[in-house]
């Protein structure tokens, strides 16, 4: 069923929050793995490129995703939660959703500060709508890079939380999300 139940989410929020998901732990990794090479490493430039093509697919995927829980809704959180852990679910979702489009959007002002396009994968390139003075360039390289440590955090504290509801609480949580 591609639409979600009252009880479970459905086929296409699956794909999409898996997806997702694995591309952000993946740009996570990639940029740290980044931060280390220097100009004359081999994979200098295919990581780079990779990132940012990988980064801007999030951001669509994001968009899909937020268009999708817009027309269709989740199912509600499970009953025997308690307050806390439902102000904390909402809290956790809503920084996960405004990372999934913070992030993307500041490393693609980083990209095309200077007025250069970024490619995707070669198929096509993804124009610079503006160009940044330094002083911006680097508030977008900050807010990244301190929003993509601060979403590393959160995907763990997410993954616990789903795991601690499905072995502890028992209550059903993390199988709304699986196949």
Same mark, same amino acid.
């Given at each position: =069923?591609?639409?979600? @139940?009252?009880? %479970? ?15 952000? &732990?993946?740009?996570?990794?990639? /940029? ?16 780079? @490129?990779? +990132? ?13 995703? &937020?268009?999708?829980?817009? *027309?269709? %809704? ?7 939660? %308690?307050?806390?852990? %439902?102000?904390?679910? +909402? ?8 990372? =999934? ?28 709508? *503006? ?21 590393? *955090? ?17 209550? /059903?949580?993390?199988?709304? =999300?699986?196949?």
């Amino acid at each position: =069923m591609l639409k979600n @139940t009252e009880e %479970r989410y459905g086929l296409l929020p699956k794909l999409l929050h898996w997806f997702i998901a694995v591309l952000i &732990i993946g740009l996570i990794w990639l /940029g740290w793995y980044m931060v280390d090479l220097t100009y004359y490493d081999r994979w200098y430039n295919d990581s780079l @490129t990779a +990132h940012k093509a990988l980064g801007l697919l999030v951001l669509a995927l994001a968009l899909v995703k &937020i268009v999708w829980t817009l *027309v269709n %809704r989740p199912p509600p959180l499970v009953a025997t939660l %308690r307050t806390f852990e %439902r102000v904390a679910a +909402h809290a956790a979702h809503g920084l996960l959703y405004l990372a =999934m489009l913070l992030i993307p959007v500041t490393g693609y002002l980083i990209s095309t500060s200077a007025g250069a396009a970024v490619s995707i994968f070669n198929w096509f390139d993804v124009p610079a709508l *503006v160009v940044l003075d330094d002083a911006s360039r680097d508030v977008a390289i900050e807010v990244h890079y301190y929003a993509s440590y601060a979403v590393a *955090v959160l995907v763990v504290i997410h993954a616990l939380a789903a795991l601690k509801h499905q072995f502890i609480d028992k209550d /059903g949580t993390l199988r709304r =999300m699986l196949w």
